[in-house]
Each structure stands twice: as structure tokens, then as C-alpha cells.
């Protein structure tokens, strides 16, 4: 009953999300986003009918809408990536090089494993599939958030929001995804039973963040920066040394 | 699946939610907070060359004379004052050292951001050179706080002179592995 609540507050949620993106003209500026959103809306839809009308089915349909929801999501990833890095060229050249080095090694193990798995059941291979996709895809998340607060970067209330919510899922997928293969079948229950209202959670900060266009944070550029970036590494990097060095010999008895 | 590839991937979406939870905080943070600019950083490295400077008063209040001086001329309690004066200052100053360090290194870092020229191979190098940095002054700090800032000095010196003896060892090791090397062996002409 209660996931059955949690089933149409998702879609709600999701409804919602869709509707004010389309008012705040959102749509226009994070297509990729919204492309998710339609797709995961799209995937619900699916799952209910088949939930209500052919019961047997849907373990089938869960696991291989799964996989499309994963591949899906990895949009998300690269949108966040190009609005983030957009005013940082610096960052934004070999973050993406790197991302699509990464999604293509995934999705050429994925084919790997398809043809290594003939045998086993489709909807295995896909259950399988969706595990790894998602452990990269967590892995590329944790990159791209190390770097954002390595680098302090000024994300505003819309994108932000897409990150914070995107990490709240991904994180607690990954963690759920993890216990799933594992024995502990009372705690992986638990974590199962827990996802929905995680992904509620995700819902809900996606809303508020996205319920109107916010303007993008804004950076007050330093003077000059491009001449002097070169003499500030090299500056930082002998300053930093000379700074060990010299604490060590304070301490230094001749 | 292993318990160690488990134990991975569960600290992998832990802390997928801690840095998701570090990025709200910032955003809150950032909402007060300003840009950085060049000035601000010429501004700090020239607060951590002040901070430096004072390496040489460092080493006069860190030097066993004065310790030897109220050992032999001072009582126990004189001896204890001044052992626990001294050491709040040695750690006074290497804690206003790391502070300074990771200001400049953040300044830093948001200034690398604009750039459209990357330089990966030296942002690698300034990030080690600051990592040791850290690794070195917190262990100092340990040692002081631990043994006090006269023995810190003996054992910092014994570990230095250990490891420039073993530098030294493997140097004469490499030089004659070099030198007895058959010439016959491929790469050795």
C-alpha cells in the first residue's frame, strides 16, 4: 500500500517537475535533463500498467526499463558537465574527453559481457548490466563532485539542485546495488524498501530547485588571469616547497 | 562478489552522498562568499612570507641553548613554563603555516579555473608538493605535541639524517649496479 503511495507521488513529483519546466522555460536550457525526466516518467507509466494488468510480466519489464534508465541517466551526467563547466574552458575540455573515454571502455564491456553471457536469461544479463553501468556512473559522479568542490565552482540554484539530487539517487543506488548480490537479505530488503523514498527525496529537490529559471551564479573574473595563471603555478609551487623545506629546517639541529 | 569489492563500492556511494552533502553546504557558503581575484592571492602569499620569515626567530626560540640555560639555572616548575611556552609557539606557528598554505593553494585553485590553457602536468606537481607539505607539518606538529619541541628537533634530525645516509646508499647502490652491468644486456650500449 505505502509503495503504492510512493508509486504515484513519483509520478506526480515527476509530472510536476515536467510541467514547471515547461512554464519556466527550463526546458529549452537543460534538454537533456528534462529528456531524462520524460523518459523515467514514461518508464513509470509502463511498469504500472503492467503492474495492474499483467503481473507476470513485469519482473521482466522492471529489469530491462532498468537498463534504460540507467543508459538514460547517463544524460544527466553530461549535462551537469557542460552547464557547470561551460564558463570553465580549462575544465571543460579534458572532463569530457575523459567522460567519454570512460562511457566508451563501459559500453564496450558491456558488450563483452552480453556475448560472454548467451546462455543466462535476458533479463539477467540486464539486472548484471545495469549494476556496472551504474558502479561507473557512480564513479564518474564522484569525479565530477570531487572536482566542483576542489575547485569551488559557483553552480546556482538550478544546476545545483540537478547535482545534489543526482548524487542523492546515484549514491543511494550504488550502496542498495552493492548489497543486492550480496547474502544479507534483511538489510538489503531494508535498503530496497528505502530506495522509493529516496528517490521521492531526489524528486522533491529537483522540484524546488528547478521550480523557476535562477540565474546562473555569478563569477567575478579575475584581472588579467590567462597572463598570470603561468607565474601563479609556478609561484604556488615554489612557495609551497620552500615552505616544507623550511619547516624542517627550524627544526633541524646543526 | 568479494567482500573487499563490496566494501569498495558501498564507500564508493557513501561518498557520492558526503560530497553531494559537501557541494549543498558550499552552495549555501558560496551565496556569502566572493570571487577570487589575482590580488587576493598575491595578498595571501605575502601573509605566508611573513609567516615564513619568521623561521629564523623560530629557530632561536627552538635552540637548546635557552633550554639548556634554565635546565642548569632554573627550577623545575621555570623549566616546565618555559618547555610549555615554547611548544604552544612551535605549534602556533606551524598550524598559522598550514592555515596559510591551504588559503593559498585555495586561491589558487579557483583561479586555475578560469584559465582556457590547462596545464595538468604542473597542477599535478603543485597538488603532490602541497600533499607532502601536509603529510610533513602534520607529523612535525604530532612530534611537537607529543615529545615537546627540544626533543622534536633531535628527532627530526635523525630522521632527515637517515634518510639522506639511505639516499646516499642507493645512489652508490644504482651507480654500481650501472657499472657492473654486462654488456652484452639489451639497452646497455
Given at each position: 500500500?505505502?509503495?503504492?503511495?510512493?508509486?504515484?507521488?513519483?509520478?506526480?513529483?515527476?509530472?510536476?517537475?515536467?510541467?514547471?519546466?515547461?512554464?519556466?522555460?527550463?526546458?529549452?536550457?537543460?534538454?537533456?535533463?528534462?529528456?531524462?525526466?520524460?523518459?523515467?516518467?514514461?518508464?513509470?507509466?509502463?511498469?504500472?500498467?503492467?503492474?495492474?494488468?499483467?503481473?507476470?510480466?513485469?519482473?521482466?519489464?522492471?529489469?530491462?526499463?532498468?537498463?534504460?534508465?540507467?543508459?538514460?541517466?547517463?544524460?544527466?551526467?553530461?549535462?551537469?558537465?557542460?552547464?557547470?563547466?561551460?564558463?570553465?574552458?580549462?575544465?571543460?575540455?579534458?572532463?569530457?574527453?575523459?567522460?567519454?573515454?570512460?562511457?566508451?571502455?563501459?559500453?564496450?564491456?558491456?558488450?563483452?559481457?552480453?556475448?560472454?553471457?548467451?546462455?543466462?536469461?535476458?533479463?539477467?544479463?540486464?539486472?548484471?548490466?545495469?549494476?556496472?553501468?551504474?558502479?561507473?556512473?557512480?564513479?564518474?559522479?564522484?569525479?565530477?563532485?570531487?572536482?566542483?568542490?576542489?575547485?569551488?565552482?559557483?553552480?546556482?540554484?538550478?544546476?545545483?539542485?540537478?547535482?545534489?539530487?543526482?548524487?542523492?539517487?546515484?549514491?543511494?543506488?550504488?550502496?542498495?546495488?552493492?548489497?543486492?548480490?550480496?547474502?544479507?537479505?534483511?538489510?538489503?530488503?531494508?535498503?530496497?524498501?528505502?530506495?522509493?523514498?529516496?528517490?521521492?527525496?531526489?524528486?522533491?529537490?529537483?522540484?524546488?530547485?528547478?521550480?523557476?529559471?535562477?540565474?546562473?551564479?555569478?563569477?567575478?573574473?579575475?584581472?588579467?588571469?590567462?597572463?598570470?595563471?603561468?607565474?601563479?603555478?609556478?609561484?604556488?609551487?615554489?612557495t609551497v616547497a620552500g615552505t616544507s623545506d623550511r619547516l624542517l629546517e627550524v627544526l633541524r639541529q646543526r | 562478489m568479494t567482500f573487499v569489492a563490496l566494501l569498495s563500492i558501498v564507500l564508493l556511494g557513501t561518498l557520492i552522498l558526503v560530497l553531494g552533502t559537501r557541494l549543498a553546504a558550499q552552495m549555501i557558503e558560496t551565496g556569502r562568499a566572493k570571487s577570487a581575484t589575482i590580488e587576493d592571492y598575491l595578498r595571501a602569499e605575502r601573509v605566508l612570507d611573513s609567516v615564513v620569515m619568521e623561521a629564523e626567530t623560530m629557530k632561536r626560540i627552538l635552540s637548546h641553548d635557552d633550554a639548556r640555560f634554565i635546565a642548569e639555572q632554573g627550577t623545575c616548575e621555570a623549566q616546565k613554563l618555559f618547555e610549555s611556552e615554547r611548544k604552544r609557539l612551535a605549534l602556533r606557528w606551524v598550524r598559522r603555516m598550514q592555515k596559510q598554505v591551504s588559503e593559498l593553494m585555495k586561491l589558487h585553485l579557483m583561479l586555475a579555473r578560469y584559465t582556457s590553457k590547462p596545464m595538468p602536468k604542473l597542477e599535478l606537481d603543485v597538488s603532490a608538493k602541497c600533499l607532502t607539505f601536509k603529510l610533513i607539518s602534520t607529523v612535525v606538529l604530532a612530534i611537537i605535541w607529543l615529545v615537546g619541541p627540544f626533543r622534536a628537533a633531535s628527532v627530526v634530525t635523525y630522521t632527515l639524517n637517515s634518510a639522506a645516509y639511505f639516499c646516499g646508499i642507493f645512489r652508490l647502490r644504482h651507480v654500481d649496479v650501472q657499472g657492473s652491468r654486462p654488456a652484452s644486456e639489451p639497452g646497455s650500449r
Open positions: 500500500m505505502t509503495a503504492n503511495i510512493l508509486w504515484w507521488i513519483c509520478i506526480a513529483l515527476e509530472t510536476t517537475l515536467l510541467v514547471r519546466g515547461i512554464f519556466s522555460a527550463l526546458v529549452k536550457k537543460y534538454r537533456l535533463f528534462y529528456g531524462y525526466i520524460t523518459c523515467i516518467l514514461a518508464v513509470e507509466v509502463i511498469r504500472l500498467i503492467f503492474y495492474l494488468s499483467v503481473p507476470d510480466h513485469y519482473a521482466s519489464v522492471y529489469w530491462y526499463s532498468e537498463l534504460a534508465t540507467i543508459i538514460a541517466s547517463y544524460a544527466v551526467l553530461i549535462q551537469i558537465l557542460q552547464q557547470s563547466l561551460r564558463p570553465y574552458p580549462g575544465l571543460l575540455r579534458p572532463l569530457t574527453r575523459l567522460l567519454w573515454i570512460i562511457f566508451a571502455i563501459t559500453v564496450s564491456y558491456a558488450c563483452c559481457d552480453l556475448f560472454a553471457n548467451r546462455g543466462v536469461s535476458l533479463s539477467r544479463v540486464a539486472a548484471d548490466l545495469g549494476r556496472d553501468l551504474r558502479f561507473v556512473q557512480g564513479a564518474l559522479l564522484l569525479t565530477m563532485l570531487w572536482l566542483f568542490g576542489r575547485h569551488r565552482l559557483s553552480l546556482g540554484r538550478n544546476l545545483g539542485g540537478i547535482t545534489i539530487g543526482s548524487a542523492i539517487w546515484i549514491g543511494a543506488n550504488v550502496i542498495n546495488v552493492a548489497f543486492l548480490y550480496l547474502q544479507m537479505r534483511e538489510f538489503s530488503t531494508f535498503l530496497t524498501e528505502l530506495l522509493p523514498v529516496t528517490y521521492s527525496i531526489t524528486l522533491t529537490v529537483w522540484c524546488i530547485s528547478l521550480w523557476s529559471a535562477a540565474p546562473a551564479a555569478a563569477s567575478r573574473l579575475a584581472t588579467g588571469p590567462e597572463e598570470h595563471l603561468a607565474m601563479m603555478t609556478m609561484k604556488t609551487r615554489t | -
